[in-house]
């Protein structure tokens, strides 16, 4: 018998869709969990095996490798024709470069017993200077910070610190301006440069310095050379922003006039870009100021060299005057550099009645310049700076006493806080890292690779873990990454909580941000004297120190992407009946997640560049590594291979966070 099925009657009404059942998806901070989990139960089983672990004075054949090629291009350096007329050359035309403004003003030539140039003719020319490129108020605070120099007792120190920055900063711009416009005139030549500034300023400080001794040996070359490195790219970006961001009506109002693309870039690009570009030069003169100290490892005087000693010796109060006049000096060149391109506006917008005199004032002003410069050279009461120092005395002992009172009476406070983190952060999670086996490392961290940027971020994890693995310095490398990674927990917790407070409270953030600014003027040494005497030569110091340099890049960049969440959906959320707290960790923070993202990527670059800075005072790890293979000749091999393991690190570190930042904003 056949049934045949009658179609249901239509009815006019309309049918209710069959409900899909929504699918539930994975989220990322959950696979990070799961993989978290494996990782510890394997971690407890396997605890112990494979760590790679090497001892401080034992070798790699890689290592052993680097000091044959050490010793050979050694032997060979006055023989082979590459160096002789290649490496060699830029080292006797920079080292000429370098000597040339020492015997200006700092080193004595000849048979001079001074300078060409004493204290007075410098002060002069300084103060000069500021006024012209600033005003008179700039002069003055220039003219009162070099003259605190000297009465520090560290008036030759900082002038070799002054010397070697402005022939530094002298031969990066040569190169850095042309390319910087070059840059912001060609979308191609901008697409090829850019991944090498962004290696540039990636690799941390240290890292130049070990392969640059190997081809232009320890002294002010390799000194200078690594300072091109460092502090040119931010002149080459601003420069090619500034040139960007010219109104393309005026460059085609010009073109329409028959320029051509020669008076196109003196006559209207480069003079609408001038104040840019001189901030760019502002922050080149603030890193190279930076790198010049650091640059004292590997033989350049100065203020570092003062700062480095005292610091091995554990000498706080020279450490700390020392320091103190390397911020004065940073303090006076970024408020000169400053001054200069904005002199221009607010010479426009005064009304004061002596701009019309400014001409006649500052030939005046020349005139008594070159006389002091005339006794700086000719008289030794003008070219030495008188007294001995008193200042810097004073400064010294006061130093040692605040230490020795920290010492007696805070000690309780400040050990039980370093042992609070210590015991209770730094030392799990560096157990984790170095007791476990390094394949097991490595897959976690190639799987929250993946996780956070993606497969491309996975597979430059991949390739950093392999290459980490063949420099031999595993277990050193995953203690640095412990301090690291404690440490930016750290700069997070204290961005998240002062970013959000400077992005709600415009008060706040007038409040905090000059405080934050002069923070980050500071070069790294100078982090580590105060916490040296608070907390003693521990990693915990390293650690404190790359909190202080890296919070406040943090903390800037968490409180605009705060006040860039709309106006309009803050209010949306008031009106709802959310209350502060909800607003802020439903609404803001959610918005801003872009910036957390990148916030966290600069503070990791900060805190993985003064964590290894921190090998000074007890940090152990990669920077002990890098810092004995400047000292130690036999160790130079593994010094250059820390130095390379530190590069890893910076690049997984920052191509995973840029992988994540871009992912959040899609």
Known sequence: MTVVMEKPEKTGVAEEPTPVKPVRRVSRSMVIAAILVVWLVLFAVLRGKQTLTLAAADLTDLHRWFNDVNDSIGANRNSNPLFLYFFNEIRLVIDNVVTFVQELISQPTGDRPVPQIGWLGVVGIVGFGSWAVGNWRVALLAVAGFTFLGLQGLWQESMDTLALTVSAVFVALLFAIPLGVWAGLSDRFNRIVTPFLDLMQTMPTFV?????????????????LATLIYAAPPTIRITAHAIRSVPHTTVEAADSLGATRRQSLTKVLLPMSKRTVVMGVNQTIMAALAMVTIAALIDAPGLGQTVLQALQSLDVGTAFNAGLAIVVLAIVLDRVTTAASTRAEA?????NRFVAWRRPLLGAGAAVTAVLVYLSHTYLWAAEFPGEGGTGSAIRSGADNVTTWAQDNLSGLTNAF???????????????????PWWLVGAALIGIGVVLGGVRAGVTTAVCVGLLVGTGVWSDSMTTLASTAVATVLVMLFGICFGVWMGRSAMADRLLRPTLDAAQVMPPFVYLVPFLALFGATRFTAIVAAVVYAAPVAMKIIADGVRNVPA??????????CNTWQIITKVQLPMARSALTLATN????????????????????LGYD?????????????????????????????RITQAAARRTSA
């Open 626 to 654: 890098v810092v004995a293979g400047f000292s130690q000749g036999q160790l130079y091999g593994k010094g250059l291979a820390a130095g390379l393991a530190i590069v890893l690190l910076g690049v997984m570190f920052d």
């Open 568 to 577: 309009t959906t803050v209010e949306a959320a008031t009106s709802a009946g």
């Open 208 to 224: 130049y310095l070990a392969p640059l001794t190997l081809f232009f040996q320890i002294g002010p070359a390799s000194a200078n």
């Open 347 to 351: 010479a426009r917008r005064s009304k």
């Open 602 to 621: 600069q503070g990791l670059i900060y805190v993985l560049s003064m964590v290894v800075v921190g090998g000074l005072v007890g940090a152990g790890a």
């Open 418 to 436: 370093r042992d609070a983190i210590t015991n209770g952060l730094l030392n799990p999670f560096q157990s984790l890292l170095t007791d476990s």
